[in-house]
Structure formats: structure tokens, C-alpha cells
């Protein structure tokens, strides 16, 4: 079976110090991965996301970058954090299939908080 | 207008009756559907999917379709309060690549 892990699974950071967060996927090849963010209260914003290795799309214009250094490993990174980037970050992996199914499956999560 | 939309609630049920959520989305040529529960402080879980019309029955979840009305619910049978969580909604939009819209969630408490 599948599963995925974050770290950690939180952590206060000074306004302007670097971040890096980690998620990887076992039991399963080539998946699609996603980093989403959920501030306090409200809905999953997706960040970016990778069909494969080195392969990173950008959804959203932020001070946070991406990458995908193995097949089953996505980072998150920020040179400067911001107090707007406080959140909830979650981790997703899809199967690589092309039609019918797209269900993703999501990480436990790092929270984040920037102070 | 949003994609994907859904009443934040609270939506209180009592223990033992059916709770139903519902969901619409934009995305006329949306094909895939699916049903998170997000308990407070935790990650989303899978809980349903569908991708045809009509109804998908799992234990005591429905999920029910329609494409034409561009609607989608959620019928929680025999309600406990181990339910009450906040229940997202996301809509597969077709692109070249797998990309899911959420709806920001509805908020279901279940009181004994």
C-alpha cells in the first residue's frame, strides 16, 4: 500500500528566516505530487505540483518554491518567510493514470507559523 | 463565481439522522468528483468519488451526481458524532494534467 509523510509536522519560524519542508511517497511509481497550503479557516489553495522529476508547475505568484529532486521526494522552500505564509501545508500524491481516476491523497500535514 | 461551491454551515444534525451536503461546480466538462472529511487540526481523507450520474452507495455514505444541474452531494446515513467534521468537495477540472478544485468546505456537527 501507499504512504506518504511529511516533517515535520510543525514548526515556528522567525519572520524572514528560510524554510524547507519534506514530503515523500512509498509504495508507488511516478506518482503526480501536489503542495497545497490552507490558511486558519479556510480552503486548500494549491501551490504547485510535479508530473515528474525536475518537473515543477507554479500556481500561484509567492515567495515559495518547489522541488522534485527524486521520483517519490517533493521539497518546499522559501528563501524569506512572510507572516502570510503561516498555514496549514499539506503534501499529495495521484496516480500517474491518464483518464477516469484522479483522486489525490494527502500527507498529515505541517503546520506552520511564522512569527 | 466560484468553481466549486459549498455552504460553510454549520450544518447540525442530530445523532442518528441523515446530514446531506451539497456542492455545485462551473466546470460544465468536469468529469471526476470526490468527497474529503477534514477533521479539525487534520488532513483531508478520501472518503467518496464518483464520475457517473446517479447515486454511489459506501456503508453509510452516498455520494449522488448530476452533470446536467452540474450538482454533486454527500448523504451521511445514521449520523454519529464521530461525523462531525468539515467535508470538502473537489471537482476534477480537465487540463494536461491532474488538477483538482476544492470547495472551502462545509462544517457538519453531529449532536447527540
Known amino acids: 500500500s501507499q504512504t506518504i509523510h511529511q516533517w515535520p509536522a510543525t514548526l515556528v519560524q522567525p519572520v524572514g528566516s528560510p524554510l524547507s519542508l519534506e514530503c515523500t511517497v512509498e509504495?508507488?511509481?511516478?506518482?503526480?505530487l501536489y503542495w497545497y497550503r490552507q490558511a486558519a479557516g479556510r480552503g486548500l489553495q494549491l501551490l504547485f505540483y510535479?508530473?515528474?522529476?525536475?518537473?515543477i508547475s507554479s500556481e500561484v505568484p509567492q515567495n515559495l518554491s518547489a522541488s522534485r529532486p527524486q521520483d517519490r521526494q517533493f521539497i518546499l522552500s522559501s528563501k524569506k518567510l512572510l507572516l502570510s505564509d503561516s498555514g496549514f501545508y499539506l503534501c499529495?500524491?495521484?496516480?500517474?493514470?491518464?483518464?477516469?481516476?484522479?483522486?489525490?491523497?494527502f500527507g498529515p500535514g505541517t503546520r506552520l507559523t511564522v512569527t | 463565481q466560484k468553481e466549486v461551491e459549498q455552504n460553510s454551515g454549520p450544518l447540525s444534525v442530530p445523532e442518528g439522522a441523515i446530514a446531506s451536503l451539497n456542492c455545485t461546480y462551473s466546470d460544465r466538462v468536469s468529469q471526476s468528483f470526490f468527497w474529503y472529511r477534514q477533521y479539525s487540526g487534520k488532513s483531508p481523507e478520501l472518503i467518496m468519488s464518483?464520475?457517473?450520474?446517479g447515486d454511489k452507495e459506501d456503508g453509510r455514505f452516498t455520494a449522488q451526481l448530476n452533470k446536467a444541474s452540474q450538482y454533486v452531494s454527500l448523504l451521511i446515513r445514521d449520523s454519529q458524532p464521530s461525523d462531525s467534521a468539515t467535508y470538502l468537495c473537489a471537482v476534477n477540472k480537465k487540463s494536461g494534467y491532474n488538477k483538482l478544485i476544492f470547495g472551502a468546505g462545509t462544517r457538519l456537527a453531529v449532536h447527540p
Open positions: 510535479s508530473v515528474g522529476i525536475g518537473q
Open positions: 509504495g508507488t511509481s511516478n506518482p503526480n
Open positions: 464518483i464520475y457517473s450520474n
Open positions: 499529495a500524491w495521484s496516480p500517474p493514470r491518464t483518464g477516469g481516476l484522479y483522486e489525490q491523497y
